[in-house]
């Protein structure tokens, strides 16, 4: 049963760049959240995604974005990069089905703004 | 309010000793509180998680104490083992409903468990 997977691993952008992450959730899920980790800190939510549409969201920009298609899969977009986007980028997936509570976490991809 | 406040920030253990780390919340519509495990590189791994209709949860070593009139809640790492080295985040979800749910941090506790 594979877990939440992310690409890419690691990622180096300019600053001003656009940037795209993607996420599979995990075996039997259909809920996908996004959390941004800066170094040395916990994690803080960006948005969540359930049936294709944006359900909640964090205290971000618009410059971030999301999709999520039918396959419950997610992509998160970061448009005119900045130096403090510089994080680990975390998916995690969870099931409406057990009322959203346990959410596992991927690997992350490690997003590097130079 | 939407914080959660962990302490302490870091703490070192011997091997075979307990490790606590403590949490404090202030949103009352908390119902879900988890602990994840995390190591250098990795993203978190869900660990134990409790609701505030009981007052602890043990999983193995593993221990999570919830005292609700208090809004605090803690873990115990009981027998400390080197590869228990790690940091840990306590977290809390509000009810999730049609507008889904989301968890909130805390600022997580660095612990280096010497053999």
């Known amino acids: 049963d594979a877990g939440v997977t992310q690409s890419p691993t690691h990622l180096i952008k300019t600053r001003g760049q656009q940037v795209t992450l993607r996420c599979s959730p995990k075996s039997g899920h259909d809920t996908v959240s996004w959390y941004q980790q800066a170094l040395g800190q916990g994690p803080q939510f960006i948005f969540q995604?359930?049936?294709?549409?944006?359900?909640q969201r964090g205290n971000f920009p618009d410059r971030f974005s999301g999709h999520q298609f039918p396959n419950y899969s997610s992509e998160l977009n970061v448009n005119a990069l900045l130096l403090g986007d510089s994080a680990l980028y975390l998916c995690?997936?969870?099931?409406?089905?057990?009322?959203?509570?346990?959410?596992?976490f991927g690997p992350g991809t490690r997003l590097t703004v130079t | 309010q939407q914080q959660v406040k962990q302490s302490p920030q870091s703490l070192i253990v011997q091997k075979g000793g307990i490790s606590i780390i403590n949490c404090a919340y202030e949103n009352t519509a908390f119902d879900y509180f988890p602990w994840y495990q995390q190591f250098p590189g990795k993203g978190p791994a869900l660990l134990i998680a409790?609701?505030?209709?009981?007052s602890e949860k043990k999983e193995g070593r593993f221990t999570i104490s919830f005292n609700k009139s208090a809004k605090q809640f803690s873990l115990h790492i009981m027998d400390s083992q080197p590869g228990d080295s790690a940091t840990y985040f306590c977290a809390a979800s509000s009810p999730a409903g049609a507008a889904g749910n989301k968890l909130t941090f805390g600022g997580g506790t660095r612990v280096l468990v010497k053999p």
């Open positions: 995690a997936s969870s099931s409406r089905g057990t009322g959203l509570y346990e959410q596992y």
């Open positions: 409790i609701r505030p209709d009981v």
């Open positions: 995604y359930y049936e294709e549409e944006e359900r």
